[in-house]
């Protein structure tokens, strides 16, 4: 079902969609250039999506604390049509919110490229990343590249305090998102399970890709905070 301008997503999410929509601002890529930021990676082989989250410390007038994320979307096209009758990824491709690469693997020729382009447009302080999937390319960034690279490792120790804070910031208005609507659906997709986000099998829909890479990159930020 689609409402609101977000497909539906879990019957039970951990956020509130009002509060999430309320985080909402218009910024651009152009308008956060040369900017501090920590990065979430989250990388997927084939069923998911490949999402990149940039997380900005922010100064709002009334706020102690707020943050706005720069999401950026992969997903292999076969995959996509595959499953289009469940997501709308063709709509979300077409109004520039997912990029879809050609044949049913992920493009890590683009995703490297990117992650170069991004460090080059911000001040990145990290790249943290999942390590399924992303070990050895992750390697390759910070070898070949000099990307600054940094594992972090998935389990309730690592991601509960940021992902309290996340929810807080939403609930508070300090969450600022640029109403990627892949990001809107994934979050109204997220639940948790001992205090982490709790990931759907490879064959389940709802993805929550960028939302994992969200808040590894609010806990990068955090680190740098201490």
């Not at 302080?125 to 992750?138: Q, V």
Request: glycine share 8%.
């Amino acid at each position: 079902m689609y409402r609101l301008n977000v497909w539906q997503s879990s019957s039970s999410p951990y956020l509130r969609m009002s509060d999430w929509s309320n985080c909402e601002r218009e910024f651009t890529e152009h308008d956060m250039l040369g900017l501090p930021c920590a990065i979430g990676f989250d990388m997927a082989l084939k069923w998911d999506t490949t999402a990149i989250v940039c997380v900005f410390p922010w100064q709002e007038e009334g706020r102690d604390e707020c943050y706005r994320v720069l999401p950026y979307f992969f997903m292999p096209k076969e995959r996509a049509l595959m499953s289009r009758h469940q997501v709308p990824w063709l709509d979300y491709e077409r109004d520039g919110f997912i990029t879809l690469t050609d044949g049913d693997i992920t493009d890590f020729r683009l995703i490297r490229r990117k992650l170069n382009e991004l460090c080059k447009k911000f001040d990145v302080s990290t790249i943290n990343y999942d390590r399924k999937f992303a070990e050895s390319f992750c390697q390759t960034l910070q070898d070949e590249d000099g990307l600054p690279v940094a594992e972090f490792a998935q389990g309730p120790a690592t991601f509960t305090e940021p992902t309290g804070r996340m929810e807080g910031l939403v609930i508070s208005g300090g969450l600022h998102h640029p109403g990627n609507r892949v990001l809107d659906w994934q979050a109204g997709n997220l639940t948790l399970k001992r205090g982490m986000p709790a990931r759907p099998d490879a064959e389940n829909h709802r993805k929550i890709d960028g939302m994992v890479a969200l808040i590894m990159g609010l806990a990068g930020v955090m680190s740098g905070e201490e």
